[in-house]
């Protein structure tokens, strides 16, 4: 059967369903089957899953006309969620069935029974479903050579996603595996529009490499009306200058959702969520069964069971956080509203995208600003989806804690021999500029534990056998490493259960560390008591109280974006010369800009405003740069850094995405700060370097970096596993690392990772040239200003000092328990 | 360095900023929560903890020895992690120069056997009586005598004007006794909840400062 004979049996089977294919689905089908490798740009609920697996299918199908069927693994699709591997595997089955083709499909993921994996090793299913942690985890396991090598071809859905991620890197070292042992296999991503295709492309299929040649971008372009419209107040005098909740919009929320079939209200983090929910609930019960919640931390029988009443429009309205973001295509949704800015134009408009599926329908999605200034973001976003401005994912570069972990992997499979390994490694665009030298240090940090061979050590974890193979013989390290491959994210998270039996999710250890047996909390929408917490479990009694404590998930803030702060500051530049009609968010925000002017500027283009004031709390310093919050917590950081070098002086740093405050005990002499040349780009990153934050910041993402390489040990969640004598914090090791050994590849990769990824180091380049441009305007202001609320107010602060800690201990005091 | 005196019970004492306490009329330098072992524990589990920990422990006791000079050492508890390994070998040697006369009193972390330690001259106590002082690892109240404890690993969190927060570790002391930080290199502190009038003594690099408590 040759390729158009192939492509026809699918055809017909399309028009069968009563579907034709679009022409990307024919383009794909035909390029998959000339032997190309590519990615698919394409939204979903587009039919993004038949393009790809109907020319696996059919390649197979081919085949099996030549010679009988082979048993074992022909096929894996990679998913980010294993949320969604049951809908994809019931679109290939529905496939196969109606083709009636003898391969059976599989799923394999951290769900997935012990027996049922007991069984896929003994017999592979000939498709297989899973997710990046579980291949790596087929990796872990002896023989997998064997097991993969018919592979014909490999899909990665959903590549946006794990692309500006660790995730991401595991995948493209599995893929480099995987490429060595199955010459002849495919490799296929399917991306959400991103900024950076192309690039996204390179990274997948491996930079300059033979795959990457014989590849095919294929857009579906399909594009789609979609409409942005701002819940406004119907008057601005009661609308709040600060805060997150929006709950003042409540009932202006309530009619949008009664005048549609289903609404999903995106949240930005699970607090938010659960608030939202719970007022919505006290204001109408009424509503009570016809809205539900939706989000990570809840357990996954009550998410599936959300998901399917959205599908069986049982449902109302949903509130929900990201986790609604991906996959699973909801016809039924009518509406979607937006709480809070969503950070990024991309982020937005694929949950814009999650209502009106139908082909042609209009997508509406309503966007309700949590405080005044956020109804400029609001006039930005509408500006961004008209445009279809769409921002880059950034891949990571020489994450030597996942190259820790992957040959861990491979050692504790079959072993490993170095040179074999080095150039598929380096052939990745992950590790593309990783030296020979940097190679040697990560053996001989599996194999020594240090650089130099030390008298007294009883390092252990990879051997180097006689012939060189690198292995791991101890079945204690092996189980530790295969229970920890999953583990990415990394804060301890203990399982929240009633006392009489019933899981109702997870929750973060550092919430539950400030409460008390007794304390009220809410959690997965109801308020409950806390009876105790007993080994990683927390143990909680309905409660009858009316307020209680919410938990604010770590993870919960993000930046924006860079092309969401450029369409942000154009906007806010139009405040005083609006380009044509003024839009209704800017009329709406005319209020505050009047009360704004009174007290200080509103920026124009040439501008850069500073603030100065003084309150009970201190005296403070405000900047708007509008560059977004990770920006602005380097800024912030280096400004205070610089000022500190003129005197002693100690800063706590607070920032948004608008701008950010240097506050301080003592009064900044402002006329000196300008003398200085402070926002100059000369000698940015060492100065960057020593200002404290930049520490503080690298602290944290030691965290994910000593978890993925395995340094600290966090357990398995929902089993207990006797390791205490080997629990340390991450913090600690932080610590030592610094003391004794700075020159660790991994210390420093928490730093050159605050610089890349949360200092955006580029971004903050650009900002300072572009700041070295404005006239810098100076306004002392009697008491803070609107634009100054929302930042001076925020209670998540950096810090930094050039006093000696002594000098600033004297004056401090600690606080008694009353 | 800089030591603080202090009076307890009409008794001078000493608090040395690397975590060490020395008690002047009897010579009886006090220390809290080694930790000897840890380090190589984790290395022993795959985990690259590096090696120079170890030795730091070794140079801070014998900083702390040149300094004061005790005639005793007492050890209050946690003085290894865990069981034997490399790190024993070393302090067998350690203290096999040491003049010192030297106590453990076992902490909840000791589980290598009162032999091993009888062996090299150190003496084994579950809890041991001075004078009008008791010295115990858990902190403990007993009537008539004042507690000298670690275990718990004390830090204190500073709160400064422009929201600015420190925490460090700390000496201290309540009305039922006298906390020592961990002197170990690889430890890690508890952040303790002051009451009005307790006192404590802030470890901050080269200094031990006196902590003002406010409502």
């Known amino acids: 059967m040759n390729r158009k004979e192939l492509e026809a049996i699918a ?43 109907v020319p696996i299918v059919l390649f ?21 969620l294993r949320a969604l591997s049951v809908e994809i595997k019931q679109s290939a089955e529905r496939f196969l069935k109606d083709l009636d083709l003898p391969f059976t499909v599989g799923i394999r993921t951290g769900d997935t029974s012990q027996k049922e994996r007991a069984a896929q090793k003994r017999s592979m299913p000939d498709l297989l479903i899973t997710t990046p942690e579980s291949l790596q985890l087929l990796l872990a396991s002896k023989n997998y050579q064997n097991t993969c090598k018919d592979l014909s071809a490999i899909v990665v859905d959903e590549w946006h996603e794990l692309l500006g991620s660790k995730r991401g890197v595991q995948m493209e070292l599995a893929l480099s595996r995987l490429k060595a042992i199955t010459p002849g296999m495919r490799i296929w991503g399917i991306s959400a529009t991103i900024g950076n295709l192309d690039q996204a492309r390179e990274v997948l299929l491996g930079k300059g490499s033979r795959a990457y040649h014989n590849s095919v971008l294929v857009k579906a372009n399909l594009r789609k009306k979609i409409t942005v419209r701002s819940i406004i107040p119907k008057t601005m005098d009661t609308f709040p200058w600060r805060g997150h909740l929006g709950l003042h919009l409540l009932e202006e929320v309530v009619s949008i959702i009664r005048k549609s079939k289903t609404t999903l209200l995106f949240t930005n983090t699970r607090a938010q969520c659960e608030i939202w929910f719970q007022k919505l609930l006290s204001a109408h019960p009424e509503f009570a069964g016809e809205i539900a919640m939706h989000h990570g931390s809840i357990n996954k029988e009550t998410r599936i069971w959300v998901e399917q009443a959205i599908r069986n429009e049982s449902l109302k309205a949903v509130v929900c956080t990201s986790s609604l973001d991906l996959g699973v295509d909801f016809a039924p949704v009518e509406t979607i509203i937006q709480i809070g800015g969503p950070k990024g134009v991309a982020r937005f408009l694929q949950r814009a995208g999650r209502s009106g599926h139908r082909p042609g329908e ?53 072993g490993f021999y170095p040179d074999e390994i080095f150039p598929e490694v380096v052939s990745t665009f992950c590790y593309q500029s990783m030296t020979r030298e940097q190679y040697q240090w990560i053996l001989n940090f599996l194999t020594r534990g240090s650089q130099s061979l030390q008298a007294y050590d009883e390092y252990k974890k990879v051997e180097i056998e006689d012939d060189g193979l690198f292995k791991v013989h101890s079945r204690a390290v092996a189980m530790r490493h295969r229970l920890q491959i999953g583990t990415i994210v990394s804060d301890a998270v203990l399982s929240v259960k009633y006392v009489k039996g019933g899981y109702l999710g997870s929750i973060e250890e550092w919430f539950v560390s400030k409460l008390k047996p007794g304390d009220v909390f809410t959690f997965a929408g109801r308020n ?40 942000l500051r154009e906007q806010l530049y139009e405040a005083d010369h609006p380009e044509g009609r003024p839009s209704a968010e800017m009329k709406a925000l005319s209020a505050i800009f009047e009360r704004q002017r009174r007290e200080s500027i509103v920026p124009g283009k040439d501008e850069f405003l500073m603030e100065s004031f003084k309150t009970r709390e201190g005296y403070h310093l405000l900047f708007y740069p509008f560059e977004g919050r990770f920006v602005h917590e380097a800024l912030g950081s280096l400004l205070a850094y610089r000022l500190s070098l003129l005197s002693p002086i100690s800063f706590s740093i607070a920032f948004n995405d608008y701008g950010f405050e240097l506050l301080s005990d003592q009064e900044v002499d402002v006329e000196r700060l300008l003398d200085n040349d402070l926002f100059s780009t000369d000698y940015l990153k060492s100065d960057l370097e020593k200002s404290l934050n930049a520490s503080e910041m690298a602290r944290r993402k030691f965290r994910d970096i000593a978890v993925i390489s395995g340094m600290v040990f966090t357990g398995y969640p929902n089993k207990l596993i006797k390791s205490k004598h080997l629990q340390s914090s991450s913090q600690l090791l932080f610590e030592v690392f610094k003391d004794y050994e700075p020159d660790n590849l991994l210390f420093q990769q928490s730093f050159i990772e605050t610089f890349q990824h949360q200092l955006e180091e580029g971004r903050l380049q650009l900002a300072l040239e572009r700041i070295q ?29 050039s006093e000696k800690l002594a000098d600033r201990i004297k004056r401090m005091t600690a606080q008694y328990d009353k | 360095m800089k030591t603080r005196a202090i009076q307890i019970e009409h008794q001078n ?18 220390i809290a929560d080694v930790h000897f072992g840890k380090v190589m524990h984790f290395r022993k589990h795959g985990s690259a903890v590096p090696m120079e920990a170890i030795y730091e422990n070794f140079k801070n006791l014998n900083q702390v020895l040149d300094y004061f000079r005790p005639k005793r050492v007492i050890f209050l508890g946690d003085l290894f992690h865990s069981y034997q390994n490399m790190e024993w070998d070393l302090f067998r040697e350690w203290i096999k120069e040491r003049q010192e006369a030297y106590m453990l009193i076992v902490g909840n972390h000791d589980v290598i056997a009162a032999e091993q330690y009888e062996a090299l001259g150190v003496n084994v106590e579950e ?18 005598v004042f507690n000298i404890a670690g275990h718990l690993h004390p830090g204190v969190r500073f709160y400064g004007m422009g929201k600015q927060k420190i925490s460090v570790s700390c000496f201290y002391q309540n009305e039922n006794g ?38």
């Open chain 1, 11 to 53: 055809r017909d089977w399309f028009y069968e369903q009563g579907w034709k294919p679009f022409p990307f689905q024919r383009k794909v089908w035909t390029a998959f089957l000339q032997g190309k490798n590519g990615l698919l740009n394409a939204p979903t609920g587009s039919g993004k899953t038949y393009a790809l697996w």
């Open chain 1, 60 to 80: 197979h199908l081919q085949k099996l006309k030549k010679d009988n069927k082979k048993k074992g693994l022909k096929a894996i699709w990679i998913t980010p």
């Open chain 1, 362 to 414: 209009e997508s509406v999605i309503y966007f309700l600003p949590t405080h005044a200034i956020e109804l400029v973001e609001a006039a930005a976003l509408k500006k961004a989806v008209k445009h279809q401005v769409i921002e880059d994912r950034i891949p990571y570069i020489n994450s030597f804690d996942v190259l820790v972990q992957y040959l861990t992997t491979l050692a504790v499979s079959d």
């Open chain 1, 528 to 567: 409950l008591e806390l009876f105790r917490i007993k080994q990683m479990q927390v143990l909680v009694k309905k409660s009858r109280q009316r307020t209680a404590k919410v938990p604010s998930w770590m993870g919960g803030r993000m930046s924006f974006s860079s092309e969401m702060s450029d369409l």
């Open chain 1, 773 to 801: 441009q404005q006239q810098i305007i100076w306004r002392p202001c009697n008491k803070p200003t609107p634009f100054s609320f929302p930042i001076i107010t925020d209670r998540l602060r950096a810090k930094l000092s």
């Open chain 2, 13 to 30: 004492f000493q608090l040395h900023p690397r975590g060490a306490v020395y008690w002047e009329a009897q010579q009886i330098l006090l």
């Open chain 2, 127 to 144: 809890e041991y009586t001075l004078d009008s002082f008791f010295l115990t690892h858990h902190p403990e109240t007993k009537e008539g």
């Open chain 2, 178 to 215: 006298l906390i020592l930080p961990a002197f170990g290199a690889f430890t890690g502190k508890h952040l303790m909840v002051p009451k009005s009038g307790d006192q404590i003594f802030a470890v901050v690099g080269d200094e031990v400062i006196p902590v003002q408590l406010s409502p």
